[in-house]
């Protein structure tokens, strides 16, 4: 059980108070329109979205779940935490399409290169994979975090898990409902320097009481390398190369829940810049909370600290290293990741429904109107995710890798309907939304099946459930192109008026413009710095 020293209940009193402060700022701000509550008017700079998708992506499951996967695995995740050069995609390429269409959420970017039955679609697949996997994922790891850190089993007969959880869902729930979108990237502000200070301290005492770098390595021996034998039952590397690309691709160039921080951008230079600062923090993780992963693995193994499983190796390190004075800290920055993924969640979801359901099926809605069932809609949300906690114990037993293995299902489809897409205007609307059913559906039937993998031995669909999980996901992937590609040879495609700036071969004079303006010497050096030290990290660990 941790015991908090008077210091660190001064720390954390301190990061509320400014939470609340920002928060009631926010709420200060005027909200004339949907504009304003779900994409922050439109006018965030670089900092506010460099500083929120980094917030949005790191959340309980990189502090539990990536700590876990280090404790277990060693270096063979970081390649999910390498992926700032797709980020950069992000920003150099897509950002054109996305800001200057001044779309509110994907699946409307979807109707507009192919069809309305294509957005509603993607907006199902998005609500229903956000509620099963990020909302059960982020709960899950920060009640296991508080009641490991803490210590505390039960408070008048209730399990402390359900406690912490409930209680971070229905904090986070209120401010999000109440601030908006502003709240969520000004709140993301100061929780990131928190989470990485916090973090940083874990890596800095640990290495100090493990005995340095090269004990690290020496007990992590066999975990050390990135890039492992073709053979490697868990993590080959043709599945590793492709596979996590597919899986990034869709997560940080397609998801509404990454995407919706730069529709925020006051322009598109504004936007470009926020992804490189979000690059240069994506760079971080697999330090701060991979590698303390793999500490907490050497110390176990010389017998100086003991969990009983993997995702309990960060809060163990909180619980059993750090000094009287520091745990304030590290608490807060634990409680900074779990709130501002939550919040981007919450959001996140809450437009999907009013923009994609609510306000096509009542066009007639006026903005006051649509700013309530936003709200409402981020309630119901919440209320989802409190219903969905106690299915969260079946999750499997490393967090991180239970989380990246189901994204590999719902990736591939999503993916190859965006790049198809945007690459060929030869793709056709019926070929996008039979690419997105056909991708859905073929990842839906692994998932069923897996639970039974061992019932299922011998039988016809055993390959299904045998495969690798990242061969799956590659497998996925070039089906539902060539499904596409052969619907769209048989079906009539969307006039070249239709597609004018939804593909790059019809961008657009004035787009292209728009791509290289205000461009100078800095957008390059720091594209190749960042690029320049992914490239150092693999060298260093292949």
């Given at each position: 059980m941790v015991e908090l020293s008077t210091l660190d209940w001064l720390v954390l009193a301190g990061f509320f108070l400014l939470l609340l402060a920002v928060v009631y700022f926010s709420m200060r701000q005027k909200e004339e329109d949907t504009a304003d509550y779900f994409l922050a008017g439109r006018n965030a700079g670089w900092l506010v979205i460099g500083a929120s998708?980094?917030?949005?992506?790191?959340?309980?499951?990189?502090?539990?779940?990536?700590?876990?996967?280090?404790?277990?695995?060693?270096?063979?995740?970081?390649?999910?935490?390498?992926?700032?050069?797709?980020?950069?995609?992000?920003?150099?390429?897509?950002?054109?399409?996305?800001?200057?269409?001044?779309?509110?959420?994907?699946?409307?970017?979807?109707?507009?290169?192919?069809?309305?039955?294509?957005?509603?679609?993607?907006?199902?697949?998005?609500?229903?994979?956000?509620?099963?996997?990020?909302?059960?994922?982020?709960?899950?790891?920060?009640?296991?975090?508080?009641?490991?850190?803490?210590?505390?089993?039960?408070?008048?007969?209730?399990?402390?898990?359900?406690?912490?959880?409930?209680?971070?869902?229905?904090?986070?729930?209120?401010?999000?409902?109440?601030?908006?979108?502003?709240?969520?990237?000004?709140?993301?502000?100061?929780?990131?320097?928190?989470?990485?200070?916090?973090?940083?301290?874990?890596?800095?005492?640990?290495?100090?009481?493990?005995?340095?770098?090269?004990?690290?390595?020496?007990?992590?021996?066999?975990?050390?390398?990135?890039?492992?034998?073709?053979?490697?039952?868990?993590?080959?590397?043709?599945?590793?190369?492709?596979?996590?690309?597919?899986?990034?691709?869709?997560?940080?160039?397609?998801?509404?829940?990454?995407?919706?921080?730069?529709?925020?951008?006051?322009?598109?230079?504004?936007?470009?810049?926020?992804?490189?600062?979000?690059?240069?923090?994506?760079?971080?993780?697999?330090?701060?909370?991979?590698?303390?992963?793999?500490?907490?693995?050497?110390?176990?193994?010389?017998?100086?600290?003991?969990?009983?499983?993997?995702?309990?190796?960060?809060?163990?390190?909180?619980?059993?290293?750090?000094?009287?004075?520091?745990?304030?800290?590290?608490?807060?920055?634990?409680v900074a990741a779990l709130m501002s993924s939550l919040a981007s969640l919450f959001n996140s979801s809450a437009t999907l429904f009013t923009i994609d359901f609510y306000k096509k099926f009542k066009p007639e809605s006026s903005e006051k109107h649509l700013l309530k069932v936003g709200r409402m809609a981020t309630i119901v949300i919440v209320l989802l995710g409190i219903l969905w906690i106690p299915v969260m114990s079946l999750i499997a037993d490393v967090l991180y890798e239970y989380l990246q293995s189901v994204q590999s299902l719902i990736a591939p489809g999503i993916a190859a309907v965006f790049l198809l897409g945007l690459i060929s205007k030869r793709i056709t609307p019926s070929a996008g939304f039979i690419g997105l059913v056909s991708g859905f559906v073929l990842g839906m039937v692994r998932l069923v099946l897996l639970p039974f993998k061992e019932d299922l031995q011998g039988s016809a669909f055993a390959w299904i459930t045998n495969m690798n999980w990242l061969y799956y996901c590659i497998l996925l992937f070039v089906v539902v192109t060539a499904i596409m590609i052969l619907v769209s040879m048989v079906t009539q495609r969307a006039s070249d008026e239709k597609l004018k700036g939804l593909t790059f071969s019809s961008l657009g004079k004035e787009n292209m413009q728009a791509m290289i303006k205000d461009l100078d010497k800095w957008d390059y050096i720091h594209t190749v710095g960042i690029l320049g030290i992914t490239a150092l990290i693999y060298i260093r660990f292949w």
């Open positions: 998708i980094f917030a949005s992506n790191i959340g309980s499951e990189h502090l539990v779940g990536l700590s876990g996967a280090g404790a277990q695995s060693g270096m063979a995740m970081a390649h999910w935490e390498l992926q700032s050069w797709i980020i950069l995609l992000l920003g150099w390429v897509f950002v054109p399409f996305y800001w200057s269409s001044k779309v509110y959420t994907m699946p409307e970017f979807l109707e507009r290169r192919y069809n309305s039955a294509s957005r509603t679609f993607l907006s199902v697949i998005s609500l229903v994979s956000y509620v099963l996997t990020k909302v059960a994922v982020t709960v899950y790891a920060g009640g296991i975090a508080f009641k490991t850190i803490l210590g505390i089993d039960s408070i008048w007969g209730i399990d402390f898990f359900w406690i912490s959880a409930l209680g971070l869902v229905i904090v986070t729930g209120i401010y999000t409902v109440l601030g908006g979108m502003k709240a969520i990237m000004w709140t993301s502000v100061l929780q990131t320097p928190v989470l990485i200070i916090g973090s940083v301290v874990i890596l800095v005492v640990g290495l100090d009481k493990v005995g340095g770098w090269a004990e690290v390595e020496r007990l992590n021996d066999a975990n050390m390398h990135l890039i492992r034998s073709a053979s490697d039952a868990e993590f080959p590397w043709p599945g590793i190369v492709f596979g996590s690309f597919i899986i990034g691709f869709w997560y940080w160039c397609t998801d509404q829940y990454i995407v919706q921080r730069v529709l925020s951008a006051k322009n598109i230079k504004a936007a470009r810049r926020g992804t490189m600062f979000a690059g240069y923090l994506k760079l971080l993780p697999v330090f701060i909370f991979l590698v303390p992963g793999m500490i907490a693995y050497a110390l176990q193994a010389k017998g100086i600290i003991s969990y009983d499983s993997a995702d309990q190796a960060f809060p163990t390190l909180v619980s059993e290293l750090l000094p009287a004075g520091v745990k304030g800290l590290v608490i807060g920055g634990l």
